[in-house]
């Protein structure tokens, strides 16, 4: 692979920033409402994971979510206790746990996933409509730099 220009390098860097304070306030979400019913991002994406996947193994979910899998067994237990996930033994090996989600926790992902939409929604009405196109036209590329990260994950997680 070649090296990047430094119009390229200057643009990730931009851009990393930018994204970093975006998913900061993301990740708070709006603050003038209670949250205790709300899942945290990383909770809502190992849901999202699981709901695409179907039931995979602890190992495959944390190299999905790029985490360590004891990184995962602790999240997994947390979403297990509120009912979210459910553990199961794989047929195909009996010492390997599959996780899949509940209904409620189906249930759960669609309503956080909602709320924070809802809040994401507010913050662009606040946006001028020559921001929104901007925000409207940035979105295609933004989806094939993400699929790019997922292509890469998926052949980490098969060589695993």
Known sequence: MSE????VTELA???????SKVF????RGDTNKGTAGELTLA??????????QGPIRMTEL???????????????????KLGLVKRSRDPSDLRAV???VTPRGLV???????????DLA??????????????????????????????????HAKSE
Do not use: C, K, W, Y
């Open 122 to 155: 507010a913050r662009l009405a606040n946006l001028s409509p020559d921001d929104l196109a901007t925000l409207a036209t940035a979105l295609a590329p933004l989806e094939r730099l993400a699929s790019q990260n997922d292509q890469s994950t998926s052949a």
């Open 108 to 118: 759960q992902h669609r309503e956080s996933l909602a709320a924070r939409r809802a």
């Open 24 to 27: 900061s306030v993301l990740r």
């Open 62 to 80: 944390a190299a999905r979510e790029r985490v360590r899998t004891p990184t995962t067994t602790v999240a997994i237990r947390r979403l297990e």
């Open 43 to 52: 909770q809502l994406s190992i849901l999202l994971t699981l709901l695409d």
């Open 4 to 7: 990047p220009d430094s119009q």
């Open 98 to 100: 599959l996780v899949e």
């Open 13 to 19: 860097g931009e851009l990393q920033r930018v994204l």
